[in-house]
């Protein structure tokens, strides 16, 4: 099992950046691929990004490909977002997720697939 905590969340006007980590508990963090999903006031949690055990791959959003960058450091337990060119509708809670059994990154994008999900940062850019 694995404890996941999200920071870095903040306020920031259009154009900003932000960087979210994702700390994760334990000593296999390198056996699980991580995600980040957002959910906006008022619609359903979306699929933002995920990197692969190695940090080898990463798949984005559309909505975000261009703008956001993720990474890991599997010797620190941690995973990071660093999102540029912020617009007001990123505007959404955070969530890092694990998935220990993803063996496809044909399904990153899929919730169900993930087992372990932090509490949430906050992300509000101000237009």
């Known amino acids: 099992q694995v404890q996941l905590v999200e920071s870095g969340g903040g306020l920031v006007q259009a154009g900003g950046s932000l960087r979210l980590s994702c700390a994760a508990s334990g000593r296999t963090f390198s056996s699980y691929v991580m995600g980040w999903f957002r959910q906006a006031p008022g619609k359903e949690r979306e699929f933002v990004a995920a990197?692969?055990?190695?940090?080898?791959?990463?798949y984005y959003a559309g909505s975000v490909k261009g703008r956001f960058t993720l990474s890991r450091d599997n010797a620190k337990n941690t995973m990071y977002l660093l999102m540029n060119s912020l617009k007001p509708e990123d505007t959404a809670v955070y969530y890092c997720?694990?998935?220990?059994?993803?063996?496809?990154?044909?399904?990153?994008?899929?919730?169900?697939?993930?087992?372990?999900w932090g509490q949430g940062t906050q992300v509000t850019v101000s237009s």
């Open positions: 990197i692969s055990r190695s940090g080898g791959g990463t």
């Open positions: 997720a694990a998935s220990p059994r993803l063996y496809s990154s044909s399904y990153c994008y899929m919730e169900s697939t993930y087992d372990y």
